[in-house]
Protein backbone atom coordinates (compact mmCIF):
# COMPACT_ATOMS: atom_id res chain seq x y z
CA UNK A 1 0.00 0.00 0.00
CA UNK A 2 1.35 3.59 -0.73
CA UNK A 3 0.30 5.33 2.29
CA UNK A 4 -1.28 8.31 2.67
CA UNK A 5 0.10 11.23 -0.16
CA UNK A 6 0.31 14.49 0.51
CA UNK A 7 1.24 16.81 -1.58
CA UNK A 8 3.29 19.25 -2.07
CA UNK A 9 5.87 18.36 0.43
CA UNK A 10 7.51 22.28 0.72
CA UNK A 11 5.37 25.31 0.30
CA UNK A 12 7.04 28.54 0.32
CA UNK A 13 4.57 31.48 -0.20
CA UNK A 14 4.29 34.76 0.50
CA UNK A 15 2.08 36.54 2.95
CA UNK A 16 -1.56 36.84 1.04
CA UNK A 17 -1.16 34.05 -1.20
CA UNK A 18 -4.04 31.06 -1.45
CA UNK A 19 -2.16 27.86 -0.64
CA UNK A 20 -3.76 24.43 -1.56
CA UNK A 21 -2.82 21.65 0.27
CA UNK A 22 -3.65 17.45 -0.82
CA UNK A 23 -4.06 14.31 0.40
CA UNK A 24 -4.90 11.45 -0.93
CA UNK A 25 -5.73 8.15 1.89
CA UNK A 26 -5.53 5.19 2.20
CA UNK A 27 -7.78 3.44 -0.27
CA UNK A 28 -10.60 2.30 1.44
CA UNK A 29 -9.90 3.99 4.73
CA UNK A 30 -13.21 6.55 5.17
CA UNK A 31 -12.09 8.44 8.06
CA UNK A 32 -9.76 11.83 6.68
CA UNK A 33 -8.11 13.78 9.07
CA UNK A 34 -5.84 17.34 8.52
CA UNK A 35 -3.59 18.12 11.62
CA UNK A 36 -1.17 21.28 11.93
CA UNK A 37 1.83 20.76 13.73
CA UNK A 38 3.78 24.30 15.10
CA UNK A 39 6.37 23.57 18.34
CA UNK A 40 4.12 25.95 20.06
CA UNK A 41 0.75 23.91 20.03
CA UNK A 42 1.92 20.89 19.11
CA UNK A 43 -0.43 18.26 16.93
CA UNK A 44 -3.67 19.74 16.28
CA UNK A 45 -6.89 18.79 14.44
CA UNK A 46 -8.07 20.76 12.04
CA UNK A 47 -11.35 18.87 10.65
CA UNK A 48 -12.07 15.17 9.72
CA UNK A 49 -14.24 14.03 6.97
CA UNK A 50 -16.22 10.49 7.47
CA UNK A 51 -17.27 9.30 4.05
CA UNK A 52 -16.54 12.22 2.64
CA UNK A 53 -18.98 14.44 4.71
CA UNK A 54 -17.15 17.10 6.92
CA UNK A 55 -17.88 15.88 10.87
CA UNK A 56 -16.23 18.25 12.89
CA UNK A 57 -14.17 21.51 11.92
CA UNK A 58 -14.29 22.89 15.27
CA UNK A 59 -10.25 22.90 14.98
CA UNK A 60 -10.27 25.48 11.36
CA UNK A 61 -8.59 28.83 12.83
CA UNK A 62 -11.01 31.20 11.13
CA UNK A 63 -12.16 31.73 8.24
CA UNK A 64 -9.23 31.62 5.93
CA UNK A 65 -9.24 27.50 6.42
CA UNK A 66 -11.13 26.19 4.35
CA UNK A 67 -11.67 22.05 3.48
CA UNK A 68 -13.30 19.69 0.83
CA UNK A 69 -13.05 16.59 0.19
CA UNK A 70 -15.13 15.51 -3.40
CA UNK A 71 -14.45 12.00 -3.16
CA UNK A 72 -12.89 9.22 -0.97
CA UNK A 73 -9.55 9.46 -2.44
CA UNK A 74 -9.20 12.93 -2.19
CA UNK A 75 -9.10 15.83 0.27
CA UNK A 76 -7.65 19.73 -0.08
CA UNK A 77 -6.86 22.07 2.36
CA UNK A 78 -6.80 25.95 1.47
CA UNK A 79 -5.63 28.77 3.20
CA UNK A 80 -7.01 32.14 1.61
CA UNK A 81 -5.26 34.18 2.00
CA UNK A 82 -1.95 32.93 4.05
CA UNK A 83 -0.52 34.76 6.89
CA UNK A 84 2.97 34.07 8.08
CA UNK A 85 1.70 32.51 11.85
CA UNK A 86 0.22 29.84 9.21
CA UNK A 87 3.67 28.35 9.52
CA UNK A 88 3.83 25.02 10.03
CA UNK A 89 3.50 21.59 9.03
CA UNK A 90 0.23 20.25 7.51
CA UNK A 91 -0.46 16.72 8.06
CA UNK A 92 -3.36 14.64 6.62
CA UNK A 93 -3.96 11.14 7.99
CA UNK A 94 -6.86 8.61 7.17
CA UNK A 95 -8.28 5.98 9.04
CA UNK A 96 -10.62 2.56 8.42
CA UNK A 97 -13.59 3.67 11.05
CA UNK A 98 -15.59 0.66 11.41
CA UNK A 99 -16.12 -0.49 14.71
CA UNK A 100 -17.39 1.66 17.88
CA UNK A 101 -13.74 2.08 18.98
CA UNK A 102 -11.42 4.68 17.39
CA UNK A 103 -9.39 3.29 15.00
CA UNK A 104 -5.68 3.73 13.93
CA UNK A 105 -5.06 6.91 12.11
CA UNK A 106 -2.15 6.56 9.62
CA UNK A 107 -0.64 9.88 8.84
CA UNK A 108 1.05 11.26 5.83
CA UNK A 109 4.26 12.16 5.16
CA UNK A 110 3.17 16.19 6.13
CA UNK A 111 3.51 19.48 4.01
CA UNK A 112 5.82 21.94 5.46
CA UNK A 113 4.52 25.50 4.96
CA UNK A 114 7.06 28.57 5.22
CA UNK A 115 4.16 31.78 5.02
CA UNK A 116 6.72 34.60 4.52
CA UNK B 1 -5.87 21.84 32.21
CA UNK B 2 -4.72 20.24 29.04
CA UNK B 3 -6.80 17.52 27.92
CA UNK B 4 -3.59 15.07 27.56
CA UNK B 5 -0.81 16.05 29.46
CA UNK B 6 2.96 15.05 28.89
CA UNK B 7 6.37 15.71 30.37
CA UNK B 8 8.02 17.85 27.50
CA UNK B 9 11.36 15.95 28.36
CA UNK B 10 13.82 15.17 26.98
CA UNK B 11 14.04 12.07 29.00
CA UNK B 12 17.40 10.48 28.87
CA UNK B 13 18.50 7.67 29.52
CA UNK B 14 21.15 4.58 28.55
CA UNK B 15 21.81 2.42 26.47
CA UNK B 16 19.59 -1.13 27.43
CA UNK B 17 18.28 0.85 30.44
CA UNK B 18 14.27 0.96 30.29
CA UNK B 19 12.45 4.08 29.17
CA UNK B 20 9.03 4.93 30.86
CA UNK B 21 7.32 7.61 29.14
CA UNK B 22 3.69 8.96 30.97
CA UNK B 23 0.59 10.61 30.01
CA UNK B 24 -2.73 11.76 32.45
CA UNK B 25 -5.89 12.43 30.33
CA UNK B 26 -9.09 14.65 31.54
CA UNK B 27 -11.84 12.82 29.62
CA UNK B 28 -12.96 10.12 31.84
CA UNK B 29 -15.21 9.23 28.98
CA UNK B 30 -12.12 8.52 26.31
CA UNK B 31 -11.68 4.21 25.27
CA UNK B 32 -8.93 3.96 23.04
CA UNK B 33 -5.41 5.11 23.44
CA UNK B 34 -2.56 5.10 21.10
CA UNK B 35 0.93 6.11 21.23
CA UNK B 36 2.79 7.43 18.49
CA UNK B 37 6.59 7.57 17.90
CA UNK B 38 7.75 10.89 15.96
CA UNK B 39 11.28 11.36 14.18
CA UNK B 40 12.31 14.55 14.16
CA UNK B 41 11.05 15.96 10.62
CA UNK B 42 8.98 12.72 10.03
CA UNK B 43 5.35 11.95 10.39
CA UNK B 44 3.78 10.12 13.19
CA UNK B 45 3.53 6.69 13.35
CA UNK B 46 1.56 4.01 15.69
CA UNK B 47 3.74 2.37 18.26
CA UNK B 48 0.57 0.40 20.16
CA UNK B 49 -2.73 1.18 21.61
CA UNK B 50 -5.09 0.14 24.23
CA UNK B 51 -8.52 -0.39 24.93
CA UNK B 52 -8.54 -1.98 28.16
CA UNK B 53 -7.06 -1.46 31.63
CA UNK B 54 -4.57 -3.39 32.40
CA UNK B 55 -0.69 -3.88 30.57
CA UNK B 56 -0.33 -5.15 26.84
CA UNK B 57 3.11 -6.09 25.35
CA UNK B 58 4.30 -5.74 21.97
CA UNK B 59 7.84 -6.93 21.32
CA UNK B 60 9.89 -4.26 23.58
CA UNK B 61 6.99 -2.01 24.10
CA UNK B 62 4.55 -2.06 26.63
CA UNK B 63 1.20 0.42 27.34
CA UNK B 64 0.09 0.27 30.50
CA UNK B 65 -3.48 2.34 31.67
CA UNK B 66 -5.03 2.81 34.92
CA UNK B 67 -8.54 4.51 33.64
CA UNK B 68 -9.70 5.37 37.33
CA UNK B 69 -6.39 7.42 37.71
CA UNK B 70 -6.99 8.45 33.82
CA UNK B 71 -3.14 7.29 33.20
CA UNK B 72 -1.64 6.08 30.13
CA UNK B 73 2.10 4.68 29.89
CA UNK B 74 4.67 3.27 27.91
CA UNK B 75 7.61 1.31 28.79
CA UNK B 76 10.05 0.36 26.17
CA UNK B 77 12.74 -2.07 27.30
CA UNK B 78 16.52 -2.64 26.27
CA UNK B 79 16.19 0.81 24.97
CA UNK B 80 18.55 1.44 21.65
CA UNK B 81 20.07 4.79 20.20
CA UNK B 82 17.36 4.41 17.38
CA UNK B 83 14.16 4.30 19.50
CA UNK B 84 15.87 8.74 20.38
CA UNK B 85 12.44 9.96 18.89
CA UNK B 86 9.38 12.22 20.20
CA UNK B 87 6.66 9.91 22.33
CA UNK B 88 2.72 11.37 21.60
CA UNK B 89 0.33 10.17 23.36
CA UNK B 90 -3.20 10.38 21.89
CA UNK B 91 -6.88 9.82 23.27
CA UNK B 92 -9.97 9.76 21.43
CA UNK B 93 -12.34 12.24 22.91
CA UNK B 94 -15.22 11.78 20.50
CA UNK B 95 -16.27 9.69 18.23
CA UNK B 96 -13.25 9.62 15.68
CA UNK B 97 -11.80 12.32 17.25
CA UNK B 98 -7.74 12.27 19.00
CA UNK B 99 -6.42 14.63 20.68
CA UNK B 100 -2.81 13.97 21.03
CA UNK B 101 -0.42 15.40 24.13
CA UNK B 102 2.35 17.53 23.19
CA UNK B 103 4.88 14.71 23.11
CA UNK B 104 7.55 13.23 25.46
CA UNK B 105 11.55 13.65 23.96
CA UNK B 106 13.32 10.33 24.50
CA UNK B 107 17.25 10.35 23.98
CA UNK B 108 19.28 6.98 24.68
CA UNK B 109 22.88 7.49 24.91
CA UNK B 110 25.21 4.82 23.87
Known amino acids: DAGVIQSPRHEVTEMGQEVTLRCKPI?????LFWYRQTMMRGLELLIY????????DSGMPEDRFSAKMPNASFSTLKIQPSEPRDSAVYFC??????????????FGPGTRLLVL | QKEVEQNSGPLSVPEGAIASLNCTYS??????FFWYRQYSGKSPELIMF????GDKEDGRFTAQLNKASQYVSLLIRDSQPSDSATYLC??????????FGTGTRLLVSP
Open chain 1, 93 to 106: ASSAQASGYQETQY
Open chain 1, 49 to 56: FNNNVPID
Open chain 2, 27 to 32: DRGSQS
Open chain 2, 50 to 53: IYSN
Open chain 2, 90 to 99: AVNSSFQKLV
Open chain 1, 27 to 31: SGHNS
